[in-house]
Nanobody, 122 residues
């Protein structure tokens, strides 16, 4: 129903910033809550931000709160993750995902992108 493609990853120095984009195809994008997840080798996949279908509600875990901002532009079928003050521990593959409802549970996210690598050097 919806296909997601992440972009914007790369190598950045600690303290720097990066903005990830997730482009969605399909006519039902605005109906989905969206989330960003990350997974480092040997670690569990973790939510780093989610946003309701209309952008009225957001959630961030303490590990990124104040540094990361999730936003969406439904007219452009795109969701963003602005990452500031990056730390080496932010290094991971970052995925965007779509859910039928606003949720912080990975079980509720039905569609996933292919991921984009973010590497933060010390």
């Amino acid at each position: 129903q919806v296909q997601l493609v992440e972009s914007g990853g790369g190598l950045v120095q600690a303290g720097g910033s990066l903005r990830l984009s997730c482009a969605a195809s399909g006519r039902t994008f605005r109906s989905y809550a969206m989330g960003w997840f990350r997974q480092a080798p040997g670690k569990e996949r973790e939510l780093v931000g989610c946003i309701s279908w209309n952008g009225g509600a957001t959630y961030y875990p303490d590990s990124v709160k104040g540094r990361f901002t999730i936003s969406r532009d439904n007219a452009k079928n795109t969701v963003y993750l602005q990452m500031n003050s990056l730390k080496p521990e932010d290094t991971a593959v970052y995925y965007c995902a779509a859910a039928d409802k606003f949720s912080d549970s990975s079980r509720d996210f039905l569609y996933w992108g292919q991921g984009t690598q973010v590497t933060v050097s010390s």
